[in-house]
């Protein structure tokens, strides 16, 4: 559908106290909520897909089933909730988009008696998702950079960007945390610790909501521990599973990130659809955990509870059973909040509470975003910068503004280069790296030639471009090997695919490995095609069976392996993979998750040296593709046992990741031997950069409860700090660590601390525990609030010569 900008200037609404910012928001929105007709009520609590296409390939699940024709001069009158994706459903050029989306606001708000505009939203998972815009690295290499500061830094910068084309709302992080690496969309998740997922997730919060613009958590609850790691599958989860993992990144995000809004999720929790679920929707995120921001739904996903699960009867059940749970905003377009919820309000067949109820968040929301203020002008900033002439007259051409709004400037391309450098995890290394200038360099591999290997599913040349070939990138997109070519100037190369990402071709074995041979080096890339729903290997809906890598990739690493030459295996991946023997042959594995516009940059300066690699994996790399699911957090049982013949022993384990500096642990301490339940104890310990270069470490504290009234995963992060040491240098790292942070669901469904022993571990790695401390809990057991204490205190004191004591 599309939707006719030509719009008058916008007529004076009708005048109110609600257009007085001088007033509380509850009155204005009170006094709104007084004059409005049910229908004006219902219009505010749905989007519609602005430019969505009848044909093409979906973008989002079973979308040409459920996009049904609207009739936008029809609904306007009544006013319209939301816009979706004005800038994220085909490529357009910024500037002409925002003065198309402008255009749209006047249409709308001149339409509507009340003069109030649409919300506009957009994804952002991984930078603004519109053509032209910053492609920055996926969510998992977030998680790989251990730096929710640097995260923090791009979200704001993300949320400046939309800010300054109109839009309002972003739909974005994904705090689902890793319960099983098939599943598809690993890629927009942050890791398999719930700690990590947190607060990396926060960080990005705060940054966007920085830029006034309202942030989205999703999806809540429970998707990513779908059975088989299908998309969209059904979910079986205790409750102490879903309140120990799935749902701490949430609540930390609640309580401290300033978030607005929640999506839900598509699943059902044994049984339940989480769309129709208000203990989750509102029992647990409102009533609990005290959110009072506003809950969207999931593309479709209201109308999913009649069609896909089958528990509503018919649209209408759909949208009451919806708005009973929970559930304000009906996206990506209207079905099931339309003109047949309206007639059963007035019927008395939906009880208008429910739509009030919805309807208050939502005015709240757009009061709170300025859109009730008498005076608001719907004009972004980026078109008045670019010159208040071009926007004024609805039948001025765009072509007055195109190329006037640039949202990947140098300063973003910086912020995506530090990012995709810090997330660059080394694997392993038998000393190959770095390279000292091979005067010739094999890149092979399926992934060395491709511009989209470092683009998740939901970057927009990914998303949407590939279906629009005719359209440039939008965006300088080397691939590795040209970043290899201008990082090794004065050698010479040879390149040979080998094979493609899935095809399973071997044709191309012989040329590669006769390259592989005659070099003095290997860089062998290999990894994912990011797409959706089966077009890919990676991305919502491009689940795996198992772990293997895709197509013949096995084959061709064993294939070069055999050569004899040293060979880096690159990975540029949505999802960890076994990589049968090159744990153990290979020179170097360099692991990276979709890093992004400036990801094969990273690459090469890892492989020079330019680069100190600093990441750690978010998530484990498994030593056999089918010992799945497994995480790191596994109970002695999940652990490798005399009594099952498959080994779930991580190749790399979750928080591993090596660098070119070695650094020294030592002194390890803690304050005290025995804390009560409600008590604080600070462990220490000292860290010396015993290199000659300068380089960053990241030391993760892990609890281990050796005895407890419910069965307990062996390792648990509870905290984290990356230390940047110059050569030489050494610093003092401490945590102080409440009692709270060792709590879990106990047998009765609360959470307690219990007295007894924990061992608090200083890891390089959730397997590689490099010190410990024991500290008994004595005293009764402690029930902690719902003001507990969720992070431990971190101090980094740099050491100077004789303060060791």
């Known amino acids: 559908m599309t939707l006719d900008r030509t719009a008058p200037p916008v007529a004076a609404p009708v005048a109110g106290p609600w257009r007085d910012a001088s007033l509380p928001i509850d009155q204005r929105v009170d006094a709104l909520v007084e004059e409005m007709t049910v229908a004006e009520k219902v219009a505010q609590l749905y989007g519609v897909w602005v430019g969505a296409s009848d044909d093409g390939e979906d ?16 609904i306007l009158p009544a006013g319209l909730g939301q816009l979706t994706r ?46 032209g815009a910053t492609a920055y690295p996926v969510p998992l290499s977030w998680g790989a950079s251990f730096d929710p500061d640097l995260v923090r830094e791009m979200g704001a910068r993300i949320g400046d960007d939309m800010r300054s084309v109109g839009v309002h709302q972003g739909l974005a992080p994904v705090l689902d945390v890793v319960r099983d690496a098939r599943w598809g969309r690993v890629e927009e998740t942050i890791g398999e610790d719930p700690y990590l997922v947190g607060t990396v997730a926060t960080a990005y919060i705060q940054g966007v909501e920085s830029a006034g613009v309202v ?36 609540e930390m995000a609640i309580r401290e990130s300033g978030v607005r809004s929640v999506m839900n999720s598509y699943t059902d929790l044994d049984g339940i659809p989480t769309a129709a679920d208000a203990s989750l929707l509102t029992g647990l995120l409102r009533d609990e955990w ?13 109308a999913f509870l009649k069609e896909l699960h089958g528990y509503s009867e018919g649209w209408t059940d759909a949208a009451r059973d919806a708005l009973a749970a929970g559930i304000d905003v009906e996206l990506p377009t209207v079905k099931t909040f339309g003109a047949d919820l309206v007639r059963a309000v007035e019927a ?81 290394n038998d000393g190959t790296l770095p390279l000292a200038a091979p005067h010739r360099i094999a890149v092979i591999g399926p992934t060395a030639d491709d511009p989209y290997a470092v683009l998740g599913c939901y970057s927009f ?33 040879v390149h040979a695919g080998g094979t493609t990402v899935d095809g399973g071709e071997t044709d191309g074995f012989a040329e590669a490995v006769a390259a592989a041979s005659a070099a003095d080096v290997v860089v062998l890339a290999l990894g994912d095609r990011a797409g959706l729903f089966g077009r890919g290997t990676s991305g919502e809906g491009c689940d795996a069976a198992d772990l293997s890598l895709p197509g013949a990739q096995q084959a061709l690493l064993d294939a070069v392996l055999d050569t004899g030459t040293p060979v880096i295996v690159t990975l540029l991946a949505g999802r960890p993979y076994a ?85 020294v642990w030592s002194d390890a301490a803690s304050s005290a031997s025995e804390i009560t339940a409600d008590g604080t104890v600070t462990v220490s310990l000292h860290i010396g950069n015993a290199g000659h270069r300068d380089g960053v470490e990241v030391v993760q504290l892990y609890v281990h409860d050796p005895v407890a009234s419910v069965v307990r995963p062996v390792q648990r992060l509870i905290a984290y700090a990356r230390v940047p040491l110059a050569a030489g240098a050494r610093a003092a790292v401490s945590f102080e660590v409440p009692a709270e942070l060792v709590s879990f669901t106990g047998a009765d469904g609360r959470r307690v601390v219990e007295p007894g022993d924990v061992v608090l ?25 719902r003001g507990r204490r969720l992070h431990a205190g971190v101090r980094v004191e740099e050491l100077v010569s004789g303060s060791e004591g």
């Open 59 to 74: 973008v989002a699940p079973h979308q040409h089933d459920m996009d049904d024709h609207v009739d936008l001069e029809a």
């Open 86 to 131: 004005p800038f994220g459903t085909a490529p357009v050029d910024p500037a002409t988009g925002a003065l198309s989306l402008l255009r749209a606001q006047r249409k709308i708000m001149a339409a509507n008696r009340f003069g109030i505009p649409a919300l506009a939203h957009e994804e952002c998972l991984a930078g603004f998702a519109t053509w």
């Open 215 to 250: 942030a989205t958590l999703k999806h809540f609850v429970g998707y990513s521990a779908s059975k088989g790691g299908r998309n969209l599958a059904p979910v079986s989860v205790g409750p102490r599973e879903l309140a120990d993992v799935l749902l701490p990144p949430f």
């Open 290 to 302: 005290g959110f009072e921001g506003t809950v969207v739904a999931d593309y479709f996903s209201i």
């Open 348 to 428: 008395g067949e939906v009880d208008e509470a429910l739509i009030d109820r919805a309807l208050r968040r939502v005015l709240r929301q757009k009061a709170e975003l300025g859109m009730l203020d008498a005076g608001w002008s719907p004009e972004p900033s980026a078109l008045a910068s670019a010159g208040a002439g071009a926007v004024r007259g609805a039948g001025e051409p765009a072509g007055g503004v195109r190329g006037a709004v640039d949202l990947d400037p140098p300063a973003n391309r910086d912020l995506a280069r530090r990012l995709a450098e810090e997330a660059v995890v080394l694997l392993s």
């Open 461 to 493: 040349p990914a998303h949407v471009g590939v279906r629009h070939p005719e359209v440039p990138l939008g965006i300088a997109l080397p691939t590795l090997r040209d970043a290899l070519a201008a990082e090794f100037p004065e050698t010479e190369f």
């Open 579 to 663: 990589l049968g023997s090159a744990p153990e042959r290979a020179s170097a594995i360099v692991q990276t998750f979709f890093a992004g516009e400036e990801g094969t940059g990273a690459i090469a300066g890892v492989l020079s040296g330019r680069v100190n690699p600093s990441g750690r994996l978010p998530v484990s790399v498994p030593r056999d593709p089918g010992a799945q699911p497994s995480t790191y957090l596994a109970a002695t049982l999940a652990r490798r046992s005399e009594v099952s013949n498959i080994d779930p022993t991580a190749a790399f384990a979750f928080g591993h990741g090596l660098g070119y500096s070695p650094f």
């Open 761 to 785: 571990g200083f890891g390089r790695s959730s397997a590689d525990i490099v010190a410990t401390r024991t500290v008994r809990i004595t005293g009764p057991a402690h029930h902690p609030g």
